[in-house]
């Protein structure tokens, strides 16, 4: 079974390297993609569009990723959500969890664990990327 994944970074480059990683994924694919969490929520407004997993990013224009993902969980709990970042601040884990996150990851470490993030997602567990905790310091 495919899992559909929805990109929502106001950085074209970062989310072409995002599809690269992910191509690596036989039943992974990237169903749409959108430059703000307002373009997000639009997106997610059609009923027609059902992605398992939504990979976006803290600092967009018009509505920041924690917001986006509060408002997704409010309306489409159904829908999973991992953080892609570069803030490495307690304060911005903690919020993105409490509003719903599946997963915080820095974005310097997509490379090697975005698809174990992924992984553990899907199977229903928590991912806080490894430069975050205990044994990551």
């Known amino acids: ?3 559909r994944i929805v990109l929502a970074d106001d950085q074209p ?24 969490g307002l373009e997000l929520l639009a997106l ?6 059902t992605p398992d997993l939504v990979i976006v990013d803290i600092t967009m224009p018009h509505l920041e990723g924690i917001e986006a993902i509060r408002r997704i969980k409010q309306s489409r709990p159904d829908i999973k959500a991992l953080i892609l970042t570069v803030h490495k601040g307690e304060d911005y884990v903690a919020r993105a969890l409490s509003v719903g996150a599946s ?3 820095i974005k310097e470490d997509a490379d090697f664990e975005l698809m174990p993030a992924i992984g553990k997602i899907r199977r229903g567990e928590t991912y806080i990327s490894s430069c975050l905790t205990q044994e990551g310091k």
Do not use: F, N, Q, S
Request: charged letters at 35%; glycine letters at 6%; hydrophobic letters at 45%.
């Open 103 to 105: 997963g915080y990851l």
């Open 13 to 36: 480059l970062v989310r072409e390297c995002i599809k690269r990683i992910l191509a690596d994924g036989k039943d992974l694919e990237v169903v749409a993609e959108a430059d703000d």
């Open 44 to 49: 997610l407004a059609d009923p027609a569009m």
């Open 1 to 3: 079974m495919t899992y």
